[in-house]
């Protein structure tokens, strides 16, 4: 599933032509929810990687397809408000896993009170 999502992420930055959003008029929520799916798509299967290393990779990448998108495809240019939107799923997909770990930590500190008691 990450692959495939990996994938389409490079299809819709590098097609040659710019793609209309999915979402509405603008593509800065495609560009935010494609991020984000991927970054915590890609947080599943590495789950035992460094959190600051994951994020700073995805954080890095966020920023350098954009700009590649821009030197790469004639049709194209960077757009620094697509990297902020980049940027914004990669936040949204950390927030979202830490989110997740802090309510899994906290129902697992129960069972073991429990079991305790």
Known sequence: MS??????????????????????????????????VVAVLGRLNWPGGKPVVYWGIWCLLAVLLEYLQG???????????????????????????????MVRRSRCSQCCHELDD
Request: negative net charge.
């Open 3 to 36: 692959l495939i999502a990996v994938l389409g992420l490079l299809w819709g930055i590098f097609n040659p032509e710019p793609l209309h959003g999915f979402l509405g008029e603008s593509d800065k929520t495609d560009h935010t929810l494609a991020f984000m």
């Open 71 to 101: 030197r790469w495809m004639p049709l194209r240019t960077y757009d620094i408000y697509d990297a902020y939107a980049n940027l914004a799923g990669v936040l949204a997909a950390f927030l979202f896993c830490f989110i997740v770990a």
